[in-house]
């Protein structure tokens, strides 16, 4: 009943009232909720995607790793992930094919193992033998992916994202161990 006359009042005084309210206001409120965190999210033929670029060790430690937009180039991002590695061979895959590429990595005194790309005009030799050690990390990723949680991206902002790749894989890790 109170309410009844409150509506009453509020229409008489013209004032506006929105039925089923407790306050005086015609819209919802302008405050907007703020997203937190950093989310790394892109565009591509797939829809909205992420990629997850790993440094792995050819004992399967994990030693470096971001996230970029699923639209971005693979080798944009190369130099970056593999500016802390001196004096290896580092395995990737086509992706990663470019000429500036392999000459930051021999200038770190690496041996680059990358497979050209079928659109080249030179072919590229690389060590093949070396090359099939890529499986181990094919095999790590798709273990990581066995994890809803990643394979969906549940994780919003990219900091948790990355802390739940670590953690798998580190139960990765534990599960070698044991085993």
């Known amino acids: 009943m109170e309410s ?18 407790q ?7 302008t405050r907007r909720w703020i997203k937190r965190g950093v989310q790394t999210k892109g565009r591509s033929a797939g829809g909205i995607t992420t990629k997850f670029h790993l440094v ?11 996230l970029t937009g699923g639209n971005v180039n693979d080798v ?19 992706g990663y094919d470019s000429d500036a590429h392999r000459e930051y990595l021999k200038s770190n005194n690496n041996i680059p193992v990358i497979p050209g790309r079928k659109n080249r005009k030179n072919k590229i030799t690389y060590d093949k033998p070396l090359y099939k050690l890529r499986r181990k990390i094919e095999i790590f990723f798709g273990k990581l992916k066995e994890n809803k949680r ?23 890790l534990l599960k070698i161990i044991i085993s």
């Open 76 to 94: 944009t991002v190369a130099n970056e992930l593999t500016k802390d590695i001196i004096g290896y061979s580092v395995i990737e895959d086509m």
């Open 23 to 29: 306050h005086y206001c015609e819209n919802a409120s």
């Open 4 to 21: 009844l006359t409150r509506v009453t009042e509020a229409k008489s005084n013209d004032d506006q009232y929105c039925y089923g309210r």
């Open 150 to 172: 990643l394979a969906m991206r549940y994780d919003k902002s990219d900091q948790s994202f990355l802390s739940f790749i670590a953690l798998a894989a580190m139960k990765i």
């Open 56 to 66: 792995i060790t050819a004992e399967g430690h994990l030693v470096e790793g971001f």
